[in-house]
Nanobody, 114 residues
Framework: QVQLVESGGGLVQPGGSLRLSCAASGIIFSPYVMGWYRQAPGKQRELVATSGGSTNYGDSVKGRFTISRDNAKNTVYLQMNSLKPEDTAVYYC??????????WGQGTQVTVSS
């Protein structure tokens, strides 16, 4: 079983930046995909970004968010710039390990408001 611990959420003004981190622990077999989804109140969970053999972004965050990872630390990061009120959501990281099932983090709240 893989455990994921997220950090870095909070309150930020429109136009500001935040950096989320997600550290995975446990037995993890490579290759693996890590990424982020988000869910706003009353809305479905949507893809934000993934990092595996390639990097992919949701349309709403392209050009503003950047995903990166440190494989030595089994950690994935999400740098969020030019934040908008519509980015307000709970952000969840996940990992898809080779030969295993997806695990999710507990979620971290991001609120963009003046």
């Amino acid at each position: 079983q893989v455990q994921l611990v997220e950090s870095g959420g909070g309150l930020v003004q429109p136009g500001g930046s935040l950096r989320l981190s997600c550290a995975a622990s446990g037995i993890i077999f490579s290759p693996y995909v890590m990424g982020w989804y988000r869910q706003a109140p009353g809305k479905q969970r949507e893809l934000v970004a993934t990092s595996g053999g390639s990097t992919n972004y949701g349309d709403s965050v392209k050009g503003r968010f950047t995903i990166s990872r440190d494989n030595a630390k089994n950690t994935v990061y999400l740098q969020m710039n030019s934040l908008k009120p519509e980015d307000t959501a709970v952000y969840y990281c996940y990992i898809d390990p080779a030969g295993g099932s997806r695990s999710w983090g507990q979620g971290t709240q991001v609120t963009v408001s003046s």
